[in-house]
């Protein structure tokens, strides 16, 4: 059994920062990839970020967002400076993760957490 806890959402002005944290614990033999996704009212969900070999970030978070990982924690971060209005969404935590030896990985989810930039 593995989880993904989120953490960091709220309410933050235009131009602000926020930071989200989620932790994987569990049955974890290792882990492959983290990443955030994101999904907005009556849109579907989207790439935000993710870190696993190497790193990719939307087009519209490119230079704004960074995804910091503490491995020894399986632990990853999404840091959110500049803010917009538009990067209101609800936020998931994602997770490629080996149970065990082999060459078969599962995904989990965060159960995600809300962002709302507004003045």
């Known amino acids: 059994q593995v989880q993904l806890v989120e953490s960091g959402g709220g309410l933050v002005q235009p131009g602000g920062s926020l930071r989200l944290s989620c932790a994987a614990s569990?049955?974890?033999?290792?882990?492959?990839?983290m990443g955030w996704y994101r999904q907005a009212p009556g849109k579907q969900r989207e790439l935000v970020a993710t870190?696993?070999?190497?790193?990719n970030y939307a087009d519209s978070v490119r230079g704004r967002f960074t995804i910091p990982k503490d491995n020894a924690k399986n632990t990853v971060y999404l840091q959110m400076n500049s803010l917009k209005p538009e990067d209101t969404a609800v936020y998931y935590c994602?997770?490629?993760?080996?149970?065990?030896?082999?060459?078969?990985?599962?995904?989990?989810w965060g159960q995600g957490t809300q962002v709302t930039v507004s003045a």
């Open positions: 994602y997770a490629r993760i080996f149970l065990s030896a082999g060459p078969y990985s599962s995904a989990y």
């Open positions: 870190s696993g070999g190497g790193t």
């Open positions: 569990g049955s974890i033999f290792s882990i492959h990839a």
